[in-house]
């Protein structure tokens, strides 16, 4: 059975720093795309960062470049996100997310994700 479990969500104040976790069970990695997404109240999801399990490589939305970092740990099957330099419009609930698609240049499109977590709520108060 797979399963994606996220953690370390919570409320930070503007400019402070959260690292969220995505513990993976049930995949063969290698094989595997993994993005974090966010869907703040009334807005769309919208993907934040995507790495290509693998070969590390990785892709940042525009709006989280230069603030936020993904990495994995492959011998604790975690996929992370350090989130730094946060800032209101970053509140949102976090997604990680598991696919086999991958595309050249650019993360995976969010119906090409077959798996997700529960959901991590970050909250950044102004």
């Known amino acids: 059975q797979v399963q994606l479990v996220e953690s370390g969500g919570g409320l930070v104040q503007t400019g402070g720093s959260l690292r969220l976790s995505c513990v993976v069970a049930?995949?063969?990695?290698?094989?595997?795309?993994m993005e974090w997404f966010r869907q703040a109240p009334g807005k769309e999801r919208e993907g934040v960062s995507c790495?290509?399990?693998?070969?590390?490589?990785?892709y940042y939305a525009d709006s989280v470049k230069g603030r936020f970092t993904i990495s994995r740990d492959n011998a604790e099957n975690t996929l992370y996100l350090q989130m730094n330099s946060l800032k209101p419009e970053d509140t949102a609930m976090y997604y990680c997310?598991?696919?086999?698609?991958?595309?050249?240049?650019?993360?995976?499109?969010?119906?090409?994700?077959?798996?997700w977590g529960q959901g991590a709520q970050v909250t950044v108060s102004s």
């Open positions: 997310a598991a696919g086999r698609i991958w595309y050249g240049g650019h993360c995976p499109e969010e119906a090409d994700f077959e798996y």
């Open positions: 049930g995949l063969s990695f290698l094989d595997y795309a």
């Open positions: 790495m290509r399990w693998n070969d590390g490589i990785t």
